[in-house]
């Protein structure tokens, strides 16, 4: 909505689809922060039931969105080139907020697959010395992947899950590819 209102006041598309995204990322991860402060194990459990039917979809759509983010980003570094400080501030932030929501989201989707009603597949993570994991434990073990495309001293016991944690590190390590391409490019371009 932000986006469409940007749009409608005369803003180029892709600096509105930052600017709603980044307002968007702002309110939804302040939400679930105050979640992930407030949730405790059963809770975590029950709103994974309620939410399991889209799980999938969520963290598809959401590595979509943070992709279509990362395109527009492009697209508007190269349509404000000489745009200054604030060309590289915007870039800056719409990174960090894209990359925090994609782990994000990754957490959320690791702890709905452990506490859900998925069967022993999703519940093989070992976490050192903690037998009810909270969200702030997932989002641990999702920003560590995301960081170093591996991971810690969480232990991964179940196949499935390798596969999961696989598919995030090739995800993460792909976004994290584009982010330096495009810092590099920014350097270049200011230079």
């Known amino acids: 909505m932000a986006t ?9 598309p892709s600096l509105a689809l930052l600017l709603g995204f980044d307002l ?3 309110v939804f991860l302040s939400m679930l922060a105050w979640l992930f402060s407030q949730a ?16 999938w979809g969520v963290l598809w759509s959401s590595v979509a969105l943070t992709a279509v983010v990362l395109v527009a980003l492009g697209t508007e570094l190269h349509a404000a080139k000489g745009g200054g400080v604030q060309a590289i501030v915007l870039a800056a932030i719409s990174i960090v907020l894209s990359w925090l929501f994609m782990n ?4 959320m989707h690791y702890a709905h697959g452990y506490y859900g009603d998925h069967g022993k597949q999703h519940t093989g993570l070992q976490f050192p010395e903690t037998p009810l994991p909270d969200y702030w434990d997932f989002a641990y073990f999702a920003i560590v992947i995301g960081m170093t495309f591996q991971v810690s001293d969480v232990q991964i016991t ?5 596969r999961i944690a696989l ?17 590099v490019n920014i350097v270049a371009g200011q230079a």
């Open 40 to 55: 405790t194990p059963e809770r975590i459990g029950s709103q994974a039931r309620v939410q399991d039917a889209g799980r």
């Open 4 to 12: 469409g209102l940007l749009m409608w006041f005369g803003l180029r």
């Open 167 to 183: 598919l995030h590190g090739v995800i993460a390590f792909f976004f994290n590819v584009f982010i330096i391409a495009l810092s």
């Open 24 to 26: 968007g990322a702002v």
């Open 104 to 107: 994000t989201m990754f957490a």
């Open 158 to 162: 179940g196949r499935y899950l390798r």
